[in-house]
Each structure stands twice: as C-alpha cells, then as structure tokens.
C-alpha cells in the first residue's frame, strides 16, 4: 500500500509539472499578444447629411414622421439603426455603419414602421435607391495614402461600384462610381482605418454621406458571377463555402492565388504558387463542379469556374 512517504514526491512532481506548464503557457500568450495588432473601436463619422433608410424617400420626411417608437431599431439585425443621442433628437433612429452594414435585401425596418417614416419597400426596390454615396478620405486611407495593400472596401462592395485605380504618388486608390453606390455603408464598415491603434484616425477613411431625397442607381445591386481575370478573387476569406463535400480547400485556393497575383505572377506560375501553399488533398482539381458553394458565397464569386482554371 502507498504510503504519505510514497505519495508526496509524486504530488511535488505534479505541482512542478503545471506550475511549468503555466509559466510556457504565459509565455506564449504574452509572445503572441505583442504580435498581435492593437485593436480599438471604431468611431462613427462625421457627416454633412446624414443617410435615412431605403423608403424614408428624404430627411425631412423621416424626421417629420419619425415617432421614435424604436421599431425599427429592433427590426435591424445588422445593428445599423441605433436611437440617436443627440439633444436635439433623442432616440430618433439613425445610420451608423461601424458595426454593420445595410444590407440590399434586407426591408425588415420598412415593414414595420407604423408612421410612414419608412415607406413599406420590397427587397427589389431597395437595390435601385440611393440613400447615400461613399466618399474616400485619402489622407487617412492606407492604400492611397500609405501605399498599403489593402482594398478592403473595393472587395465588399456589393454594388460592385469601388474600383481601385492607380493615383499620381503610384498608390492605389478607392475610387467611388457615384452612379452605382448606394450608400450601404458596407465599404465603411469593412474599412480597417478608426480600429488600429497604430494610426491616429479614429473613423473609416471611408463614409456614407447621406443623399436627400433619395435619388435611383443606375444599374440594380448585384454583384455578377465572372470567371477569374488578371486581378484577386474578391475572396474575403470568410469560409461560407466550407466544407467543400469534395475537399477542395476553396479559401486557402484563392488566397493563394490572390497572392500571386500581388506578387505579379501568372499563369502556370499561379498554379505553381498554388500547389506549394495548398494542401495535395485539398487542391482545386478535385472540384467537380458541383456548385454547392455558389448559394453560399456573399460575395457571388464562380467559384467552380476558378477552380477549373486553377486544376493543374
């Protein structure tokens, strides 16, 4: 039978064991944390108009009806419409983009509102009206700017109307199609500048200013399925394609050639680069062409068709 005697240098041991084990531990986390970017809150933006919802038709519509009943702040999954805090209109609902976006076909707030602040839309309707246009801050925005990779606002864009084009100091630029925004906040949303603590910006170098009254696109929301060209996918790695029932690593398979491409590679050197940073059980020749994937991706890449020019 074990004895006290027998029991203690086992238990010392075990001790010893976690008390290091803790300390690797800690180690690591704090190694890693200081790898890690500082993060901080986005602040909304200052605006000179601020946009209403789809169906509110103008500003002065909205605020005349408006009866701050908060309905349609409830309605709003994307957290978009939030009770204002301004003296001068407490708890009336307005846009902020810092925690979402409004999305196309979402018409949750128009139905619900019971004074006709928002007019009742349909999610078809919605995709043609313009409350708002994205304008670009270029002193803050790190690609115009700094000359960092970035586009983020370009990628998410679901009216497909940001394009980044090249700028006098060679940097490229976020460059807005007023006839095709819609004001949907989502470039403003996705914009990383307002949440590094590296930079002194607080907000987006990218905002909403609101139109009113609300005017019509030239061409409805939507962002076409087109085979792969010389530039990025316009993946943002957000996985929605996953799992693939044939194993292809669809993510990893586009991030790999999106970095081609900014390496300036092409053609069989795309493929190549591919093949040594994807998985050989993973690679794009074992789509099928099944299309599982298409009903899943936000962002409405073909992504079949990029995964056939992609096989080897």
Same mark, same amino acid.
């Given at each position: 039978? !074990?004895?006290?005697?027998?029991?203690?240098?086992?238990? +010392?041991?075990?001790?010893?064991?976690?008390?290091?084990?803790?300390?690797?531990?800690?180690?690591?986390?704090?190694? !890693?944390?200081? @790898?890690?970017?500082? $993060?901080?809150?986005?602040? !909304?933006?200052? @605006?000179?108009?601020?946009?209403?919802? !789809?169906?509110?038709?103008?500003?002065?519509?909205?605020?005349?009806?408006?009866?701050? &009943?908060?309905? &349609?702040?409830?309605?709003?999954?994307?957290?978009?419409?939030?009770?204002?805090?301004?003296?001068?209109?407490?708890?009336?609902?307005?846009?902020?983009?810092?925690?979402?976006?409004?999305?196309?076909?979402?018409?949750?707030?128009?139905?619900? %509102?019971?004074?006709?602040?928002?007019?009742?839309?349909?999610?078809?309707?919605? @995709?043609? /009206?313009? /409350?708002?246009?994205?304008?670009?801050?270029?002193?803050? %925005?790190?690609?115009? =700017?700094?000359?960092?990779?970035?586009?983020? &606002? =370009?990628?998410?864009?679901?009216?497909?109307?940001?394009?980044?084009?090249?700028?006098?100091?060679?940097?490229?630029?976020?460059?807005?199609?007023?006839? @095709? &925004?819609?004001?949907?906040? +989502?470039?403003?949303?996705?914009?990383?500048?307002?949440?590094?603590?590296?930079?002194? +910006?607080?907000?987006?170098?990218?905002?909403?200013?609101?139109?009113?009254?609300?005017?019509? *696109?030239?061409?409805?929301?939507?962002?076409?399925?087109?085979?792969?060209?010389?530039?990025?996918?316009?993946?943002?790695?957000?996985?929605?394609?996953?799992?693939?029932?044939?194993?292809?690593? /669809?993510?990893?398979?586009?991030?790999?050639?999106?970095?081609? *491409?900014?390496?300036?590679?092409?053609?069989?050197?795309?493929?190549?680069?591919?093949?040594?940073?994807?998985?050989?059980?993973?690679?794009?020749?074992?789509?099928?062409?099944?299309?599982?994937? $298409?009903?899943?991706?936000?962002?409405? /890449?073909?992504?079949?068709?990029?995964?056939?020019?992609?096989?080897?």
């Amino acid at each position: 039978m !074990a004895t006290k005697e027998d029991a203690a240098p086992e238990d +010392a041991s075990r001790r010893a064991f976690l008390v290091s084990t803790a300390i690797v531990t800690g180690a690591v986390t704090a190694s !890693a944390a200081r @790898r890690v970017a500082k $993060l901080r809150t986005k602040q !909304a933006a200052e @605006r000179t108009t601020l946009p209403v919802p !789809a169906g509110a038709v103008s500003v002065s519509n909205f605020e005349s009806r408006c009866v701050a &009943c908060q309905l &349609c702040v409830t309605a709003c999954k994307e957290g978009v419409l939030r009770p204002s805090t301004s003296l001068l209109s407490p708890m009336r609902p307005q846009m902020d983009f810092t925690r979402g976006y409004c999305r196309p076909d979402c018409t949750a707030c128009s139905q619900v %509102c019971p004074a006709g602040a928002i007019m009742p839309i349909t999610p078809e309707q919605k @995709r043609r /009206i313009q /409350i708002g246009v994205a304008v670009v801050d270029v002193i803050t %925005c790190i690609s115009a =700017a700094y000359g960092q990779h970035c586009g983020s &606002c =370009a990628t998410h864009c679901p009216a497909s109307a940001i394009t980044m084009e090249r700028g006098a100091n060679g940097n490229a630029v976020p460059t807005v199609d007023a006839g @095709r &925004c819609v004001g949907c906040g +989502a470039c403003e949303y996705h914009c990383p500048v307002g949440t590094l603590q590296s930079l002194s +910006a607080t907000t987006a170098a990218i905002h909403v200013e609101g139109v009113s009254p609300h005017s019509t *696109v030239s061409e409805e929301v939507t962002r076409e399925q087109q085979p792969l060209t010389a530039g990025e996918s316009g993946c943002v790695n957000c996985h929605h394609c996953m799992p693939c029932p044939y194993g292809v690593d /669809i993510p990893g398979t586009l991030r790999a050639h999106d970095e081609a *491409v900014r390496l300036g590679l092409s053609g069989d050197q795309v493929r190549q680069y591919i093949l040594h940073r994807v998985n050989r059980a993973n690679l794009p020749d074992r789509c099928i062409g099944c299309g599982a994937c $298409l009903s899943r991706c936000p962002q409405r /890449i073909a992504i079949p068709t990029l995964m056939q020019q992609l096989s080897r």
